[in-house]
């Protein structure tokens, strides 16, 4: 009762939205370099559920998922926020394109029974991770197959995401098997 147990390790998943696919390939290039080998990158996908990023990021935003090889704990989150921040600041100055945001990164954890995503944002289903960070769980996955909630952002509702989540969390239990 009184024993505490350390987390089982998740898999990272870093998110990007970016103006051009040329953006996603330096996104992803700076995150191989920042966080290591990637498992999987997801195929490119149009971002167009809300308009909310247009002004920084243009009006034909791309979509694509990075899933990173090694394991981390999940109480990284909050740093890892702190450095996909820091990423997105350096590219906005290096990447030759007239808009204010080029990239946006949104880093989150899968584990065999949810995806987590972090954010700068406080709202009333995150709660605050330290560093002035907040996380929120963004699907469920249960009786084998992802379940969104009621706050799940539209994108992450569709097929295709889950299909990608399908595949990472594949490789997550092998991993977590190997461990063992």
């Known amino acids: 009762m009184w024993e505490l147990n350390d987390p089982k390790p998740v898999k990272l998943i870093i998110g ?18 920042t966080f290591g080998k990637a498992d999987f990158v997801s195929n490119v996908l149009r ?3 809300t308009s ?11 979509r ?7 394991l981390i704990d999940p109480g990284q989150l909050a740093t890892i ?3 996909t921040n820091q990423l997105e ?8 394109i007239d808009l204010p945001r080029p990239i946006n990164l ?19 289903h995150r ?19 992802w379940s969104p909630l009621p706050y799940t952002f539209p994108d992450y509702r569709q097929q295709c995401y889950f299909d990608f989540f399908d595949k990472v969390r594949n490789r997550l239990v092998e991993q977590l098997k190997s461990k063992l």
């Open 52 to 62: 909310y990023y247009n002004a920084q990021m243009g009006e034909k935003i791309l």
């Open 127 to 145: 709660i605050y991770i330290g560093k002035k960070m907040y996380a929120e769980v963004t699907l469920l996955f249960d009786k084998g197959k």
């Open 64 to 70: 694509q998922f990075v899933c990173i090889h090694q």
């Open 81 to 83: 926020k702190l450095k």
């Open 16 to 33: 990007i939205l970016a103006a051009d696919k040329t953006c996603l390939s330096i996104a992803i290039d700076e995150l191989i370099v």
């Open 89 to 96: 600041e350096h590219l906005a100055r290096e990447i030759d």
């Open 47 to 49: 971002f167009d559920q």
């Open 106 to 124: 949104d880093p989150g954890f899968l584990e065999p029974s949810k995806l987590v995503l972090a954010s700068t944002k406080n709202f009333s």
